[in-house]
Structure formats: structure tokens, C-alpha cells
């Protein structure tokens, strides 16, 4: 079987992000970019999908800037056999929407005709939480979603899934889309031979255009602000003053 | 010219970097503690270590290395520069010294150390033999076949833990312009060889747990095979070689005063004083921007230096001031970081004390810095004859 999986390129989780004075957007400049923490969780369950002899592929993929090329080699260096990257614009600010994301995907799906599309479950910039859902509904394939343990099966996969306050457990027939959660496994290394093995592995760089698919954003992003900033608390001098503050003041009781 | 990392040597720092925090940083606090490192710790490092390919990874591929380049491996220590010695040390780096093994050595000594089943240590120094390291009395005499050593080494770092250290010996004497010196020549000691003890040494301010020890040899037999490069030789194999250790000691103390700094800049940033962030303040900020400024000079000189060696340059001058500057500037940057932390820098509750008190060796071991000064300025002088 082989296993597609989609990588993003986004600001390094330890980065500190700024908004930008204008309130368009962060700023990206001079910023360190990485792949998205959630992927990498995706790769990884894939890596271990190969070990286990289940796998016998595994293909990333990246949309966006050409500098999405060194997500790539990071997959190719964790343990990815080939990489397809689809350069969609020049502007890294040019946050590429997940439903044009999707509709890409299922245009390299159809091509590569994968057993499995791994994604993480978001993406920490924009955490829109919603390309795996909208490539399973353009693909009409099954999707089990916050994957916190998967087990391919005969007749498909069962895939444990992260809910509010639980688990859940499904059983869905693949191919499929299955989106991971962070419990899932622990992202490996990469190793010193494969990442000096990463550049030599098969890499082809695609246009949208060469799948048909416009990229055009349908969003407007309108402000972009910080979030606000917790307002200091206040001591009180007994608990009857406690009470009364939280009647009068907070209105809570 | 070109400043820029390729992509491999980012992977490369950012795997080194992962690792150095989450496998090393965990433990530091314990390690410093009780001065010991626990055994399994030490074996699941290293077995880590190997797992990555990373181990030896400063030998070339055709003996099982990575074949790095100088410069890739000191963007590799810089990273392992962040961590405690004494745990980086199972992060096993063998002593390139040991490519001189010829014959049966590399099958007894080479491969094995590159393959980290057996660890090596390195021993110069004596009690009355330091910087003058020809001044040596640990000596060796042919009885026989074979050489009958006595006297003793000390401060030999990682030594409690080698299966067999690299050892230099005075095999005689030559008469120079300036007097009698000895010769000397490098043996390959076994742990365990009659004659042959490693004990405990000193307590040390810096590095707990990474410890040094000593070495006594009473007519400890050692035969020929033992010999690593020629006899009476010992002296070009340690130039041919040791300059390796002095780019360790510099690149190392960049990536510890990188790592300090980011934590002095944080608590410039949160600590407040008389109503606002101490940041804020002239004389802290100041201090910021010359630590970042000499940080990166010292990375500069560094790499520059290592560079230099994989293009075939003479580098002898350049890695004497990068190790000389770098250590220098981590004293200065551990010692301002701690000035912006208070009476906090102080205290074990932070690794910010430990960094200072690290810091201090730098400037002792792998040649002094005077040592250091004394050979760039014979670089420049020799030539015009003064
Ligand atoms: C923790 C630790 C670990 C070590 N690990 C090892 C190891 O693994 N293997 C090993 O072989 N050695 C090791 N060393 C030894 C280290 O390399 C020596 O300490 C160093 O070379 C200095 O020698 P010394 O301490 O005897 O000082 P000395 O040589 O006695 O120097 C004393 C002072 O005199 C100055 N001085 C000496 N000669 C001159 C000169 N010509 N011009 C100007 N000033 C001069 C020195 O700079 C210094 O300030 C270690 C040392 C320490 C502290």
C-alpha cells in the first residue's frame, strides 16, 4: 500500500509570533519556518506503516512556496521515499486555502493512487482543521479524523479517535483519509544517513496548472490581531468580599 | 563567498539540537547533583547516538564514520556545546588521532571505537608537565622486546569510563638548539594491562561529572604492537592531529554561550524593576548587544577555522584564535548573563551558575590561553625573525 502524505511549511512552533503593525497578518519575515509539528507526527506513522511491512510507500507532498522544499527534504530525511512539491505562489504571505489544497490533493491522489492520505489534523498557523475533512468529500472517500492510534486492517483500518473528554473507536474501509493527533507517536529523528540521503531521493516539482486547480484565495482575511492579554487579578481581604465581587461585579452568582 | 548553511547542515543542527534537548537537557540537573552518570543513561545515549549514524560521525565512511567535513562536525559540537559534557560524551566523537592505527590496530582499536563498542581517552599532561608538554616524565625504556613504562598522567578527561586510552610516553632524548628534549612516542593502553591503574582525580568547578583522572603506570609492560604511529614520533602525531580538539573546545563554547544568552535575553525581557522590564534599561540592553556581537564573532572565527582546514589551508593560527576568543567570550557572556539574573544567577535553580562555572576551564584546557596567544604570535613573528 502506498501512503501519501501531505506536509506544510509553517512558522517554527518556538517562534514567538508577531502581528504585523497593519493588522494583516504575522510577520514572516527573518522568521523561522519548519514543518508543521502535526505532519510530522503524519510522517512518522507513516515510517512506522512501512517498518511494519505494511507500507510499501510513502510519497509527501508539499503545496505552496518553493521554499516548502525543505519540508520536504526534512520528510525525505525522516524517511519519505519521494517527494512531489506544487509550488502555488511566490508570496509566502499567500497562505494557500484549504479547499484549493484539497482539490490538489485529490488530483495527486488520482495520480499516485495511494492506500492512505495521512495529514496532520491542522495546521498551526491558520488552524483551519479542514483540508483532510474537504479532501475526503471531494474524493468521496472515508475519513476518520484526531487520530490517536491506527491499525490497518484487512478490511481497512480502525483508527482510535481523540473526542471531547474521550475516545472513540471506528472501523473505516480504505482507502482513506485519516487525520492525526498529537498523541499519536512520537516524531523520530532524522537520522545523519538520510539526511545526507534526502537530496538524492526522487523529487518532481508541479504548478497548479498542471492539475487544473485555481488557487485564487475565496477568503478575505479582514484583521489580524493579538490575542488580548490576561487583565491583572485582584486580591481580597475575606471571603465575604470574595462573594460579593463575584454577585456584583462579576455577575457570576 | 558564501555565508549560508546547506539544507544538510541545517537538518544536521536541527536533529543535533533535537537531541542535545531532549535527551540531554532532562538530565543535566541530576548529573550535576550527584557528579555521576548513571550507566543505563550512558548506554542509551550513546545506543541512541548509533542509531542516528551520528556516532563518530568525525570519521571518514570508509571505516563505518559520516565523513563529515570540519566544518559540518563543529556545527555539530557547537549544537552538542549547549548540553552537559558529561552526558555529550556518550554522544561518542573517538579521538581522530586513532586513523594512525595501522595493521591489527584497526581491527583492536580503529573500528571498534568508531563502531562504539570500546571508548578511548587521551593523556598528555603530568603533574609537572602541562603546557610543557615535551617536558614530560612518564617514560618508557625497551626491556627486551618490549617497553617497561613508569610515572603517571593527570586530569585526564573520560578516562573512568575508556576501555583504552591514547597515551604519550618520553621515549628518550634529542638535542635541540634549545636544549635536550625529550622524544616521544604514543602508545595504546588497554584497561586492565598489569602495571596500568586509572583512578579517581579531582573535584572540579567545572563539568560535574565529566571527570578527570589519573593515570599511574609501575612497570606496566607494554609490547610494540601497542605503538600507535612511530616510535620516537609521538610528537608529529599529536600536530598532525590534536588541533581537532582545540575547534571542539571553541565551536563547544559558542553553542553554550548561545544558549545562555537566549536565557539572559528572556529575563531582560520579563524581569521587572522600578516599574518596568530591565530590559528597558541602558546598561542591561548594552550588555545584550555586545554579548550577541562577540557570540557571533567567535562563531565566525570558528567555522571560518574549520573551513579553512577542508579547504587544505593553513589553519594553526585561525583555530588558536578562534579557541582563544571563544572561550574567552563564553566567560565574559556566562559572567554578564549571570550579572542580568541577580542574585538568581547565583543560585543552583538555574543552570545559569553552572554555565560560569563551565565557562572556566575553556580558557585552561587544549592549550591554555596563553598558549593560545603564544602560538598565533610565533605564527606572526617567526617569519621576521623575532
Ligand atoms: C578538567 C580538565 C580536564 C583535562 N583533560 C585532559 C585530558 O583529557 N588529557 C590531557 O592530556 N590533559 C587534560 N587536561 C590538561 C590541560 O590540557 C592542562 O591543564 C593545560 O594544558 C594546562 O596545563 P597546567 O594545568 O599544567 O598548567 P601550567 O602549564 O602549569 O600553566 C600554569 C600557568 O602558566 C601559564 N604558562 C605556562 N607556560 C607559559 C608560556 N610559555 N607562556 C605564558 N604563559 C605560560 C599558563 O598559561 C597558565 O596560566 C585537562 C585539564 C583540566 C583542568
Known amino acids: 500500500?502506498?501512503?501519501?502524505?501531505?506536509?506544510?511549511?509553517?512558522?517554527?512552533?518556538?517562534?514567538?509570533?508577531?502581528?504585523?503593525?497593519?493588522?494583516?497578518?504575522?510577520?514572516?519575515?527573518?522568521?523561522?519556518?519548519?514543518?508543521?509539528?502535526?505532519?510530522?507526527?503524519?510522517?512518522?506513522?507513516?515510517?512506522?506503516?512501512?517498518?511494519?511491512?505494511?507500507?510499501?510507500?510513502?510519497?509527501?507532498?508539499?503545496?505552496?512556496?518553493?521554499?516548502?522544499?525543505?519540508?520536504?527534504?526534512?520528510?525525505?530525511?525522516?524517511?519519505?521515499?519521494?517527494?512531489?512539491?506544487?509550488?502555488?505562489?511566490?508570496?509566502?504571505?499567500?497562505?494557500?486555502?484549504?479547499?484549493?489544497?484539497?482539490?490538489?490533493?485529490?488530483?495527486?491522489?488520482?495520480?499516485?493512487?495511494?492506500?492512505?492520505?495521512?495529514?496532520?489534523?491542522?495546521?498551526?498557523?491558520?488552524?483551519?482543521?479542514?483540508?483532510?475533512?474537504m479532501l475526503a468529500a471531494v474524493l468521496g472517500w472515508a475519513q476518520a479524523t484526531f487520530a490517536s492510534n491506527v491499525e490497518i486492517t484487512p478490511e481497512g483500518a480502525t483508527v482510535i479517535r481523540e473526542v471531547d473528554g474521550g475516545l472513540q473507536t471506528i472501523k473505516i474501509k480504505t482507502p482513506a483519509i485519516v487525520t492525526v493527533d498529537l498523541r499519536l507517536n512520537e516524531p523520530r529523528y532524522a537520522s545523519l544517513p538520510?539526511?545526507?540521503?534526502?537530496?538524492?531521493?526522487?523529487?518532481?516539482?508541479?504548478?497548479?496548472?498542471?492539475?487544473?486547480?485555481?488557487?485564487?484565495?475565496?477568503?478575505?482575511?479582514?484583521?489580524?490581531?493579538?490575542?488580548?492579554?490576561?487583565?491583572?487579578?485582584?486580591?481580597?481581604?475575606?471571603?465575604?468580599?470574595?462573594?460579593?465581587?463575584?454577585?456584583?461585579?462579576?455577575?457570576?452568582? | 563567498?558564501?555565508?549560508?548553511?546547506?539544507?544538510?547542515?541545517?537538518?544536521?543542527?536541527?536533529?543535533?539540537?533535537?537531541?542535545?534537548?531532549?535527551?540531554?537537557?532532562?538530565?543535566?540537573?541530576?548529573?550535576?547533583?550527584?557528579?555521576?552518570?548513571?550507566?543505563?543513561?550512558?548506554?542509551?545515549?550513546?545506543?541512541?547516538?548509533?542509531?542516528?549514524?551520528?556516532?563518530?560521525?568525525?570519521?571518514?565512511?570508509?571505516?563505518?564514520?559520516?565523513?563529515?567535513?570540519?566544518?559540518?562536525?563543529?556545527?555539530?559540537?557547537?549544537?552538542?556545546?549547549r548540553g552537559s559534557m558529561a552526558l555529550t560524551h556518550f554522544f561518542g566523537r573517538p579521538q581522530n588521532i586513532l586513523m594512525a592505527c595501522e595493521g591489527e590496530q584497526i581491527e583492536r582499536y580503529l573500528l571498534p571505537a568508531v563502531r562504539g563498542e570500546r571508548m578511548d581517552a587521551l593523556a598528555m599532561t603530568e603533574p609537572d608537565a602541562g603546557s610543557d608538554v615535551r617536558g614530560m616524565k612518564c617514560a618508557a625504556r625497551r626491556d627486551g622486546g618490549d617497553w617497561v613504562v613508569n610515572g603517571s598522567k593527570h586530569f585526564i578527561s573520560g578516562a573512568e569510563h575508556a576501555d583504552f586510552v591514547i597515551v604519550f610516553i618520553a621515549t628518550g632524548e634529542e638535542d635541540t638548539p634549545k636544549g635536550p628534549k625529550k622524544k616521544?612516542?604514543?602508545?595504546?593502553?588497554?584497561?586492565?594491562?598489569?602495571?596500568?591503574?586509572?583512578?579517581?582525580?579531582?573535584?572540579?568547578?567545572?563539568?560535574?561529572?565529566?571527570?578527570?583522572?589519573?593515570?599511574?603506570?609501575?612497570?606496566?609492560?607494554?609490547?610494540?604492537?601497542?605503538?600507535?604511529?612511530?616510535?620516537?614520533?609521538?610528537f608529529a602525531v599529536m600536530n598532525e592531529w590534536l588541533y581537532a580538539t582545540r575547534i571542539t573546545v571553541a565551536t563547544m563554547s559558542v553553542g553554550r554561550a548561545r544558549r545562555c544568552f537566549d536565557m539572559g535575553l528572556a529575563y531582560a525581557?520579563?524581569?521587572?524593576?522600578?516599574?518596568?522590564?530591565?530590559?528597558?534599561?541602558?546598561?542591561?540592553?548594552?550588555?545584550?548587544?555586545?554579548?550577541?556581537?562577540?557570540?557571533?564573532?567567535?562563531?565566525?572565527?570558528?567555522?571560518a577555522a574549520a573551513w579553512r582546514l577542508d579547504q587544505g589551508l593553513p589553519a594553526n593560527r585561525e583555530i588558536a584564535s578562534a579557541k582563544l576568543y571563544a572561550s574567552e567570550m563564553l566567560a565574559r557572556v556566562t559572567d554578564a548573563t549571570l550579572q542580568i539574573y541577580g542574585g538568581m544567577g547565583l543560585m543552583d535553580d538555574f543552570p545559569i551558575e553552572r554555565f560560569w562555572r563551565d565557562a572556566r576551564v575553556e580558557r585552561i584546557w587544549d592549550g591554555t590561553s596563553e598558549i593560545q596567544r603564544h602560538i598565533i604570535s610565533r605564527d606572526l613573528l617567526r617569519p621576521l625573525g623575532a
Open chain 1, 1 to 133: 500500500m502506498k501512503v501519501l502524505v501531505p506536509v506544510k511549511r509553517v512558522i517554527d512552533y518556538n517562534v514567538k509570533v508577531r502581528v504585523k503593525a497593519d493588522n494583516t497578518g504575522v510577520d514572516l519575515a527573518n522568521v523561522k519556518m519548519s514543518m508543521n509539528p502535526f505532519d510530522e507526527i503524519a510522517v512518522e506513522e507513516a515510517i512506522r506503516l512501512k517498518e511494519a511491512g505494511t507500507a510499501t510507500e510513502i510519497v509527501a507532498v508539499s503545496i505552496g512556496v518553493k521554499d516548502a522544499t525543505k519540508v520536504l527534504h526534512t520528510a525525505l530525511a525522516m524517511g519519505a521515499d519521494r517527494a512531489i512539491l506544487v509550488e502555488a505562489t511566490d508570496d509566502q504571505e499567500n497562505d494557500i486555502e484549504p479547499l484549493a489544497v484539497a482539490k490538489i490533493l485529490a488530483k495527486v491522489v488520482e495520480e499516485e493512487q495511494p492506500g492512505l492520505v495521512l495529514l496532520g489534523k491542522q495546521a498551526i498557523d491558520n488552524d483551519c482543521n479542514a483540508t483532510g475533512q
Open chain 1, 194 to 253: 538520510n539526511i545526507m540521503k534526502a537530496k538524492k531521493k526522487p523529487f518532481e516539482t508541479k504548478t497548479p496548472s498542471d492539475y487544473g486547480v485555481d488557487v485564487a484565495p475565496r477568503l478575505e482575511v479582514v484583521k489580524v490581531v493579538e490575542p488580548s492579554s490576561r487583565q491583572a487579578g485582584v486580591k481580597v481581604g475575606s471571603v465575604a468580599e470574595l462573594v460579593e465581587k463575584l454577585k456584583n461585579e462579576a455577575g457570576v452568582i
Open chain 2, 1 to 81: 563567498m558564501q555565508f549560508g548553511l546547506t539544507e544538510e547542515q541545517e537538518m544536521i543542527v536541527s536533529t543535533v539540537r533535537s537531541f542535545v534537548e531532549t535527551e540531554i537537557y532532562p538530565h543535566e540537573a541530576d548529573v550535576e547533583r550527584t557528579g555521576e552518570v548513571p550507566p543505563e543513561l550512558a548506554e542509551a545515549i550513546k545506543a541512541k547516538t548509533i542509531e542516528l549514524g551520528f556516532y563518530a560521525c568525525n570519521f571518514p565512511e570508509s571505516i563505518g564514520g559520516a565523513g563529515l567535513s570540519h566544518l559540518d562536525f563543529a556545527l555539530v559540537e557547537r549544537e552538542l556545546g
Open chain 2, 184 to 234: 616521544i612516542t604514543t602508545f595504546l593502553v588497554d584497561r586492565g594491562t598489569p602495571g596500568f591503574t586509572i583512578r579517581e582525580g579531582y573535584r572540579s568547578v567545572s563539568h560535574r561529572g565529566y571527570k578527570n583522572m589519573i593515570l599511574e603506570f609501575d612497570d606496566c609492560r607494554l609490547p610494540d604492537a601497542q605503538v600507535l604511529g612511530p616510535v620516537d614520533g609521538g
Open chain 2, 269 to 303: 525581557a520579563e524581569r521587572k524593576q522600578f516599574g518596568q522590564q530591565i530590559g528597558k534599561f541602558q546598561g542591561v540592553s548594552f550588555q545584550l548587544a555586545d554579548m550577541i556581537t562577540e557570540i557571533d564573532a567567535a562563531d565566525w572565527l570558528t567555522l
